[in-house]
């Protein structure tokens, strides 16, 4: 299955600014998800991310506040834009890894906003 | 997709098995059961999945009903590193489909 690494892995960041996340996979992908898990909640995808495309976003998250990048079909950034403290949650990628493994996630970064 | 209902909670002894229950009776035709979990910490890890029969692998085994209305996932010997929430989701495999998660089971192995 693919191998996803996603950076960083934690940080811990001031209201007001922005944090961009980084997810690279060891092998070509058409689509890469990005999804936030609230302190005690299930995932929740916020977008899926095409190359050469803009992203499609889910209801409740918009472009301004959650800007995403697909340069190639390896890697994908996440930015996390003007945070607040309720912008704390862990932040994971994922990729579908085919029929055999189904779909592969990365580690997450847990972000802390104070 | 279809939704799917998960027991919020369930406790195992150490080296027994865990049946772990889930119902997805608006299932359609074309919609996989797939499960996944989520150790404390992690991404979520892939466990199994099926679409009418039962399927097993080196980690699970999955038991599908024969009017697909519900499935149960079976980890034959629970060790203490089993402890996790396990998701449930339904899902047809066109390209591009994303896994809607629900709460899951919280599973905790007891010694």
């Known amino acids: 299955s693919a191998v996803i690494s996603q950076k960083p892995s934690r940080d811990i960041c001031q209201r007001g600014t922005s944090l961009t996340i980084q997810c690279q996979v060891d092998?070509?992908?058409?689509?890469m998800f990005w999804y936030r898990q609230q302190p005690g909640q299930s995932l929740t995808l916020i977008a899926t991310?095409?190359?050469?495309?803009?992203?499609?976003?889910e209801s409740g998250f918009v472009i301004d506040k959650f800007p995403i990048s697909r340069p190639n079909l390896t890697f994908s950034t996440l930015t996390v834009s003007n945070m607040s403290p309720e912008d704390s949650s862990i932040y994971l990628c994922?990729?579908?890894?085919?029929?055999?493994?189904?779909?592969?996630f990365g580690s997450g970064t847990r972000l802390t906003v104070v | 997709d279809a939704k799917t209902t998960q027991p919020t909670s369930m406790d195992c002894a150490e080296g027994r098995a865990a049946n772990l229950p889930c119902n997805h009776s608006?299932?359609?035709?074309?919609?996989?059961v797939y499960w996944y979990r989520q150790i404390h910490s992690q991404g979520p890890q892939y466990i199994i999945h099926?679409?009418?029969n039962n399927e097993t692998n080196e980690m699970a085994s999955l038991i599908i009903t024969e009017d697909r209305k519900s499935s149960t996932l079976i980890l034959p010997h629970a060790t203490l590193r089993d402890t996790a929430v396990y998701y449930c989701?339904?899902?047809?495999?066109?390209?591009?489909?994303?896994?809607?998660f629900g709460g899951g089971t919280r599973v905790l192995v007891k010694p």
């Open positions: 994922s990729v579908d890894s085919g029929t055999n493994y189904g779909y592969t």
């Open positions: 092998s070509q992908v058409t689509m």
């Open positions: 991310a095409n190359q050469g495309s803009e992203a499609t976003y």
């Open positions: 608006t299932i359609s035709g074309n919609e996989y």
């Open positions: 099926g679409l009418k």
């Open positions: 989701i339904v899902i047809s495999k066109a390209a591009g489909n994303k896994l809607t």
